[in-house]
T-cell receptor
Framework: DSGVTQTPKHLITATGQRVTLRCSPR?????VYWYQQSLDQGLQFLIQ???????AKGNILERFSAQQFPDLHSELNLSSLELGDSALYFC?????????????FGPGTRLTVL | QKEVEQDPGPLSVPEGAIVSLNCTYS??????FMWYRQYSRKGPELLMY????GNKEDGRFTAQVDKSSKYISLFIRDSQPSDSATYLC?????????FGTGTSLTVIP
């Protein structure tokens, strides 16, 4: 158990809908990362937050957004969902913004868009 | 061309064998090189990371980086059935992170 928690475990929704995925980092970690894992693309970095501020953006679509709250939990919002958004979404955390080599991953949220 | 290339396998070896997992990359600016293990339906788990060219050993695992060839390897000695998982290589340049697609490994008792 990495100490990173993610809810929900599974999410099934329809195209065009909006969902919110939630992540709580390990105790003491200030940085949160979001990733998308699909069979054809592998693990893709989406976005990083550090202590409430956006720190880096990867291949995140404009339909997706994220935020990190004062209690350090983070939410990833996915809107106007498409079939291709079906994937595993992982959150990871690290102690600070530069310890990216020591990220600890949560168990993931499996999103299915029908 | 992808930033990181990794042979997806699958790789099947008998218990006790030495396993070699490899990745190549194209960006010479990559700084840290990580290896993650991912069991089915679980999140990736960090095994080890290296910063420079050379070898780093941790128990049965050895990570090797050759920056001149843009090639990294993970060796697993005395492989165990519990090592059966997908192994992901990862690397970063600043705050951008790139993962290989993973190599599926099965260790047969």
């Amino acid at each position: 158990d990495s100490g990173v928690t993610q809810t929900p475990k599974h999410l099934i929704t329809a195209t065009g809908q909006r969902v919110t995925l939630r992540c709580s980092p390990r105790s003491g970690d200030l940085s949160v990362y979001w990733y998308q894992q699909s069979l054809d693309q592998g693990l893709q970095f989406l976005i990083q937050y550090y202590n409430g501020e956006e720190r880096a953006k990867g291949n995140i679509l404009e339909r997706f957004s994220a935020q990190q709250f004062p209690d350090l939990h983070s939410e990833l919002n996915l809107s106007s969902l498409e079939l291709g958004d079906s994937a595993l979404y992982f959150c990871a955390s690290s102690v600070d913004s530069r310890s990216y080599n020591e990220q600890f991953f949560g168990p993931g949220t499996r999103l299915t868009v029908l | 061309q992808k930033e990181v290339e990794q042979d997806p396998g699958p790789l099947s070896v008998p218990e006790g064998a030495i396993v070699s997992l490899n990745c190549t990359y194209s960006n010479s600016a990559f700084q840290y090189f990580m290896w993650y293990r991912q069991y089915s339906r679980k999140g990736p788990e960090l095994l080890m990371y290296t910063y420079s060219s050379g070898n780093k050993e941790d128990g049965r695992f050895t990570a090797q980086v050759d920056k001149s060839s843009k090639y990294i390897s993970l060796f697993i000695r005395d492989s165990q059935p519990s090592d059966s998982a997908t192994y992901l290589c990862a690397m970063n340049t600043g705050n951008q992170f790139y993962f290989g697609t993973g190599t599926s490994l099965t260790v047969i008792p």
